[in-house]
């Protein structure tokens, strides 16, 4: 049976399900060709490396040293909040994003109808700001919906791209995945203590991204899907918050 938790992630409009290529666990980005998702390129980052290659979850003193190095370029924190991803906050424009000194990239296809600017500081991307591809966007536009896929990016509680799925359980309860074939057979997760209207976690399979990351009973169902099981190498792949209405 199909909690209404899950149906209500499946029904949200796109736009508040935009995500990017997902993390496996290693240093580079993964593409999601099942969704559609454009494929990102591995980059240098000059963010002291987090452990992601056995997806460890991240140490206080690891946590420590992405934060100070962002404080010391913005005067910011790495962490993402309901309301906001280090600096850049929900409803903020983009010109007062640009004003604390992170760099807005050129604009660049996402998924389908939907655009997105990477935010970076140095090298590295933090973060990205989705919006309509229909929409004409300048530094007076609010902004209303960040991704990352970055694993120095992590809630309070330290959970980031690259955190395992049962690790993640750990600090946010049990774990259900879903995906509705009329929302392009894109997989999310939703933890039990955390709310819907917090984060949309979407997983990965490191090495593996053509594969969901639950172990479903496709003999049951129509369009929608769920399970409470995952393989033993699901992560999260991306982070996203948004406005919602």
């Known amino acids: ?69 962002l404080a010391n370029n913005t005067g910011e924190t790495l962490s993402i909040s309901p309301n906001s991803m280090g600096p850049a906050r929900l409803g903020m424009t983009l010109g007062e994003l640009r004003q604390t000194g992170l760099a807005i990239g050129e604009p660049q296809p996402w998924i389908s109808d939907f655009d997105a600017l990477p935010v970076s500081t140095g090298d590295e991307i933090l973060f990205f700001v989705v919006y309509g591809s229909w929409e004409t966007i300048d530094d007076s536009t609010p902004i209303g919906h960040l991704v990352t896929e970055n694993p120095s990016m992590m809630t309070p509680e330290g959970i980031g791209p690259g955190s395992t799925i049962a690790q993640s359980e750990t600090i946010y309860g049990p774990a259900t995945l879903g995906y509705n074939i009329e929302n392009h057979s894109r997989e999310f997760v939703q933890f039990e203590n955390s709310l819907w209207s917090d984060y949309t976690f979407e997983p990965a399979v490191p090495g593996s991204p053509d594969s969901y990351a639950g172990t479903y009973d496709e003999s049951e169902g129509d369009t929608y899907f769920e399970t409470n099981t995952y393989r033993d190498d699901a992560v999260i792949g991306s982070i996203s918050i948004d406005i919602r209405e």
Request: glycine residues 4%; negative net charge.
């Open 1 to 69: 049976m199909t909690s209404p938790t899950l149906n209500r992630l499946c029904a949200v409009t796109a736009g508040l399900l935009v995500f990017a290529g997902l993390h496996a666990c290693s240093s580079n980005s993964v593409s999601a060709s099942r969704s559609g998702i454009r494929e990102t390129e591995s980059e240098d980052i000059n963010v002291p490396a987090v452990s992601v290659d056995s997806c460890n979850l991240h140490t206080r003193d690891e946590l420590q040293a992405n934060e100070d190095l």
